[in-house]
T-cell receptor
Framework: GNSVTQMEGPVTLSEEAFLTINCTYTATGYPSLFWYVQYPGEGLQLLLK?????DKGSNKGFEATYRKETTSFHLEKGSVQVSDSAVYFC???????????FGSGTRLQVQP | KAGVTQTPRYLIKTRGQQVTLSCSPISGHRSVSWYQQTPGQGLQFLFEYFSETQRNKGNFPGRFSGRQFSNSRSEMNVSTLELGDSALYLC????????????FGPGTRLTVT
């Protein structure tokens, strides 16, 4: 079946540091890949997406590239802010079932 | 456009009771999916509705059910509540055709005592 593996958190960084959150997946076919962010007490916000190999999704300074050869979709940001503190979820969509499979989430804490 | 709305936001129920949660999707979206989020199991897919029909179902017992109305609003019902049903229930809205990205509501926090 499909699965998504994310790096364990929490990830603690100082403001303006470089961020990488690793995500790898296992899936049959060609899933679409997503990053979602969840702030305390809220639902999930779609951060970015990529629908095919070598696509790069980007939004609000975050980027991730769909790497089919390494089955990865790592999230990066060049300079994090305190306001980026949240839980980040990597997910894939099985286009046959139209259901998202999520990783376990990575908590990011950015210190001023 | 208004986002996905879910009601109620918080709910406390007793074991054995049943509960109904409501979701209004983004205007024009025809697909509604439901997910359960718990600390132990993470985010798990419950089911998806499109044009009033259940298209897909996750691996949950029959106590979990849902429906969708002609205006795309959806409800999910959990009967005979168990302590383990305590969770954040998230509704996600999607155009449902061509574009499948899902947009989530704020969730309903259900506590079963």
């Amino acid at each position: 079946g499909n699965s998504v593996t994310q790096m364990e958190g929490p990830v603690t960084l100082s403001e303006e540091a470089f961020l990488t959150i690793n995500c790898t997946y296992t899936a049959t076919g060609y899933p679409s890949l997503f990053w979602y962010v969840q702030y305390p007490g809220e639902g999930l916000q779609l951060l970015l997406k990529a629908t095919k190999a070598d696509d790069k999704g980007s939004n609000k300074g975050f980027e991730a590239t769909y790497r089919k050869e390494t089955t990865s979709f790592h999230l990066e940001k060049g300079s994090v802010q305190v306001s980026d503190s949240a839980v980040y979820f990597c997910a894939l969509m099985d286009m046959g079932r139209r259901a998202l499979t999520f990783g376990s989430g990575t908590r990011l804490q950015v210190q001023p | 456009k208004a986002g996905v709305t879910q009601t109620p936001r918080y709910l406390i129920k007793t074991r054995g009771q049943q509960v109904t949660l409501s979701c209004s999707p983004i205007s024009g979206h025809r697909s509604v999916s439901w997910y359960q989020q718990t600390p132990g199991q993470g985010l798990q897919f419950l089911f998806e509705y499109f044009s009033e029909t259940q298209r897909n179902k996750g691996n949950f017992p029959g106590r979990f059910s849902g429906r969708q109305f002609s205006n795309s609003r959806s409800e999910m019902n959990v009967s005979t509540l168990e302590l383990g049903d305590s969770a954040l229930y998230l509704c996600a809205s999607s155009p449902g055709t061509v574009a499948y990205e899902q947009y989530f509501g704020p969730g309903t926090r259900l506590t079963v005592t």
